[in-house]
C-alpha cells in the first residue's frame, strides 16, 4: 500500500462549486504540505502542518483553505471554485525530527483537479 | 529570493547512454537539496536527498553531486535505459527557516527521453 494517498485522483468539477481533496499517510510524519502544479511552473506551496494544531499559509493560500483532522489527514478546500485553480495538486509529508531541521518529503500521487 | 534552474529543459538519448542533468540555484545557503522523478499521471518519486554538509549522494545507477558554493547540482545516470524516461525535478530547502516552514523551492524540470 501506497505511503501517502490522495482522493480523489482525478475530478471535474465547475466554477463556484466547493471541491475538498484529501490526503492519507502512513508514515507517522507529523508535518505535511499541500502544493499544486501547474505546466512549465513548477510546484508551488498552498499550505502547510506542522501537527494538528498547527496550520501555515504558503505562497499561494488565497481562495483554498485546509483541516488538518489528524496526524494522518490534511485536507485541502476549495471554497468556491474558479478556472485558474485548475492543476495538479500534491500532498507531501515530511518527519520533522528536533530542532528546525529538514527531513526528506514523500509525496503523494497527486489529484487532477480541473474546473470549468 | 531563491531561485531554481534546469538545464536541458527537455533530452532525448539512445539507450545504454551516460547522461548528467543539470541543476543551478541562486542562494547557495541552502539547507539540502532533492532530486525527485515524476512519471505520466503519478506523483513525485525521491530519488536522492543530499544534505546540506555532504558533497554527492548515489543510489544504483544514479549519482547526485551538490557544489554549494558555485550553486550546483548534477544528476548523473549512468547506462540509460527507457524505463528511465519521466521528468526529473531538482528542489532545494532555503536557509530561511521561518519562511513556509521546510519549502520545497522546485525547478520546472527535465524531461528525458530514452530511446530503445
Known amino acids: 500500500d501506497a505511503d501517502v494517498t490522495q482522493t480523489p485522483r482525478n475530478r471535474i468539477t465547475k466554477t463556484g462549486k466547493r471541491i475538498m481533496l484529501e490526503c492519507s499517510q502512513t508514515k507517522g510524519h507529523d508535518r505535511m504540505y499541500w502544493y499544486r502544479q501547474d505546466p512549465g511552473l513548477g510546484l508551488q506551496l498552498i499550505y502547510y502542518?506542522?501537527?494538528?494544531?498547527?496550520?501555515n499559509k504558503g505562497e499561494i493560500s488565497d481562495g483554498y483553505s485546509v483541516s488538518r483532522q489528524a496526524q494522518a489527514k490534511f485536507s485541502l478546500s476549495l471554497e468556491s471554485a474558479i478556472p485558474n485553480q485548475t492543476a495538479l495538486y500534491f500532498c507531501?509529508?515530511?518527519?520533522?525530527?528536533?530542532?528546525?531541521?529538514?527531513?526528506?518529503?514523500?509525496f503523494g500521487p497527486g489529484t487532477r483537479l480541473t474546473v470549468l | 529570493k531563491q531561485e531554481v534552474t534546469q538545464i536541458p529543459a527537455a533530452l532525448s538519448v539512445p539507450e545504454g547512454e551516460n547522461l548528467v542533468l543539470n541543476c543551478s540555484f541562486t542562494d547557495s545557503a541552502i539547507y539540502n537539496l532533492q532530486w525527485f522523478r515524476q512519471d505520466p499521471g503519478k506523483g513525485l518519486t525521491s530519488l536522492l536527498l543530499i544534505q546540506s554538509s555532504q558533497r554527492e549522494q548515489t543510489s544504483g545507477r544514479l549519482n547526485a553531486s551538490l557544489d554549494k558554493s558555485s550553486g550546483r547540482s548534477t544528476l548523473y545516470i549512468a547506462a540509460s535505459q527507457p524505463g528511465d524516461s519521466a521528468t526529473y525535478l531538482c528542489?532545494?530547502?532555503?536557509?530561511?527557516?521561518?519562511?513556509?516552514?521546510?519549502?520545497?523551492?522546485f525547478g520546472a524540470g527535465t524531461i528525458l527521453r530514452v530511446k530503445s
Open positions: 528542489a532545494v530547502i532555503p536557509p530561511t527557516y521561518a519562511e513556509y516552514g521546510n519549502k520545497l523551492v
Open positions: 502542518s506542522f501537527d494538528v494544531k498547527d496550520i
Open positions: 507531501a509529508t515530511s518527519d520533522g525530527g528536533r530542532g528546525q531541521g529538514y527531513n526528506e518529503q514523500f
